[in-house]
């Protein structure tokens, strides 16, 4: 077997299971622990802004420009996906960029309508509150999602994806992989 190469850097691997960790306490301590669930809100919110700026200058696979692919690449993905014939991305994969936006969007928004929830304004606004709900039940269904596209993708390439999270490595690219 040949050496694996490393794709995630410790940011990209200590944001991501820091930004799991912190929405799975959040999701747990929401109707129990409210100076808990405010927390790790606000440390799920701070992460995406690393994040955010990571993704301008952070390393190759942690930059928007390496997976943020557009609409006709990513269709174009989905297509091939569905044919069996996607390559194998040493990064994210166009589908794994389009939801790695979408979970980003989400968080924040689910920490700007909780940290409304907190203001003088909106403190007790019905609106508000079912706002924040909503959000963060498409995120847990995103994350449901996300999730299971790891685990397609793990078996479709024989990789497992959720091990290279955690290591940051991967096997080197092939014949036909885009590195």
Not at 53 to 75: C, D, E, H, N, W
Not at 100 to 117: D, E, R
Not at 137 to 154: D, K
């Amino acid at each position: 077997m040949s050496a694996k190469v490393e794709v995630w850097d410790p940011y990209v691997r200590i944001f991501h299971w820091s930004l799991v960790a912190s929405i799975a306490l959040a999701w747990l301590a929401a109707d129990e622990v409210k100076d808990v669930h405010e927390f790790a809100g606000y440390a799920a919110g701070a992460l995406v802004a690393s994040r955010l700026v990571m993704g301008l200058i952070g390393s190759r696979y942690a930059r928007f420009s390496q997976f943020v692919r557009g609409p006709r690449k990513t269709i174009a993905y989905a297509a091939a996906m569905l044919r069996n014939r996607e390559p194998r991305h040493m990064g994210h994969n166009p589908l794994g960029g389009l939801m790695i936006l979408l979970l980003i969007f989400l968080v924040s928004l689910a920490g700007l309508t909780g940290w409304l929830q907190t203001t003088d304004a909106y403190w007790g606004v019905e609106w508000v509150s079912e706002a924040h709900e909503i959000v963060v039940n498409t995120l847990l269904v995103s994350i449901a999602l996300h999730v299971f596209g790891v685990a397609v993708e793990s078996v479709r390439h024989g990789e497992n994806l959720a091990l290279a999270m955690v290591t940051g490595r991967k096997r080197p690219p092939e014949n036909d992989d885009i590195a």
